[in-house]
């Protein structure tokens, strides 16, 4: 991995890892895609190149894999869970049509692809306890069937052309650097805003409703250890169960309380978001990501909200 293109990084995840490999990996070009409307502003901008790369113009990735020698691509563009839901046909255009583009020019010039799936891939009838790495598929919302496709169309790309396909499922992520837009998993963060900022927290998902979560610095950890993991060692490619921790709104409420005394939270809880959560895994088993390629967060509930609440006060005061 020494030349690579982040699309999607103007996003959640990519706006930290674009810094994260420009930063880590020594004589690496790091090409920040994004597209109009989501134009990448400060040191992301100033601290490598960016181009405009919409997953939707093949020609367009083609000649930016071409004019920076791209050898690793991080595929991040993607609208989450309950956008997805609103908006189902973009989210196909964007999670498949995409895809299947990133995938071709990888396979003629010779990229390794990183394409992110989630606890969105599992739905009612998978076991929600302890979920287990290859398990039943059958998510009813729009987002989970292109994360199951997704993942099946990276290992066809593996299987019958070769190309270097991995991936993670990603529970929902907590970050203090770029709000995540229109998932189930929001709340998450949404909390610790409205506790450092005084404010009574309206919470969307009912109280005994577990999901698996993950700090942010543990998922870029998994993103780039992932790519360079050693090939000889995959059993799994795409995609590898990997959580950090499991909780209810009640649970982290009660995290926050131990920093934030005067914390106040109700609930108001959506629908939409409710039966989503309601299908997803409690907490997934991620034992072969561990075996496969040495997975093992570094954060906990309890660090992350120590984390959370220092960088958030620094952040907004
Ligand atoms: N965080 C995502 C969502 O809530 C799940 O991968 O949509």
Redesign the pocket.
Known sequence: MKNVLVIGSTGQIGSELTMKLRNEISGSMVVAGYVKGAEPKGILLDSGPAEVADVTDASRLAEIVDKYKIDTIYNLAAL???VAEAKPLMAWDIQMNGLLNILEIAREKGCAVFTPS???AFGPSTPHQNTPQDTIQRPKTM?GITKVASELLSDYYFSKYGVDTRSVR?P??ISNVTL?GG????YAVDIYYAAVEGRDFACPIQAGTFMDMMYMPDALKAAIDIMNADPSKLIHRNSFNITSMSFDPEIIKNAILRHIPDFKMHYEFDPVRQAIADSWPDNMNDSCAREEWGWKPDFDLESMTVDMIKALKNKLK
């Open positions: 989450l869970s309950a989630s606890i969105g987002y990603f929902g992520l995540p998932g189930t998993t929001d």
